[in-house]
């Protein structure tokens, strides 16, 4: 079985696209050749839409997920369901997209708090209009409105954000990329997908993500909460 494409690595904003069944799982998954859909990983809930049959059926997708060699993804709509679509058989899958661009908008997000809180991060995931991060820092002082200011200052700048890709070895040569301690970037491939935020900030990662600061819109610091003595952790929400 060859490995499903991601097309949503080459366009994020791609709400749909027709694709051939290669598989089901025993937990009511279905594995597509290629997908708009992003699997869950790296603190980025899998997305969630709807597979439309050649004669219409419409079936709700609950979550994408990798499958067990990550070299597939698997679109979880139930066992009754998976097992009414043959091998070969052509599905179009559809984005809930409003939710997934709200997603989008609060990885990026969470990028630039990594630049203004510039401590290694032990931990964070997104949510639909909110996100969080994890930093490792002793001595906090940290002012939610003042932090809020400094996101909002890069969100207005309306930089660039694009990626490109590098090879383990140029990785392993810069250490510094890598700023999560409890996520490591996938290895395996031989290649590495780089974030860049133009100006701002560069790291590893394979989520998804708005094409320009400036798509994020207002968003505002809502909780700072000590975690242990060296963690911190702080949650951002989209202001609309």
């Not at 209009?129 to 906090?140: E, K, Y």
């Not at 939610?144 to 040569?173: C, G, M, Y």
């Not at 990329?177 to 560069?202: A, F, H, N, Q, Y």
């Amino acid at each position: 079985m060859t490995a499903t494409a991601l097309l949503f690595r080459d366009d994020a904003y791609a709400t749909s696209c027709e694709a051939r069944v290669v598989g089901t799982t025993p937990e009511g998954g279905v594995i597509l050749d290629r997908t708009v859909f992003y699997a869950q990983g790296g603190g980025q809930p899998g997305d969630l839409g709807t597979l439309v049959t050649a004669n219409g059926d419409r079936i709700e997708i609950t979550n994408t997920v990798y499958g067990a060699d990550r070299s597939h993804v698997a679109h979880l709509v139930g066992t009754e369901a998976a097992s009414r679509l043959a091998e070969g058989e052509t599905v179009t899958v559809q984005l809930d997209w409003p939710r997934r661009l709200k997603r989008m908008r609060v990885h990026t997000a969470l990028h630039l708090l990594s630049v203004v809180l510039p401590y290694p991060v032990t931990g964070g995931s997104i949510g639909d209009g909110d996100g969080r991060l994890d930093f490792d820092i002793q001595d906090a002082g940290l002012d939610k409105a003042a932090i809020t200011d400094q996101l909002n200052a890069l969100v207005a700048r309306d930089a660039p954000v694009t990626d490109r890709w590098i090879t383990d070895e140029e990785l392993d040569a810069n250490p510094g990329l890598v700023k999560t301690m409890s996520v490591k970037p996938p290895r395996g491939s031989g290649r590495v997908r780089l974030v860049e935020i133009e100006g701002i900030d560069l790291q590893p990662c394979g989520g998804t993500h708005v094409r320009r600061t400036s798509e994020i819109g207002t968003v505002v610091i809502t909780d700072i909460e000590k975690k242990g003595k060296q963690n911190r952790r702080v949650r951002l929400s989209l202001a609309d």
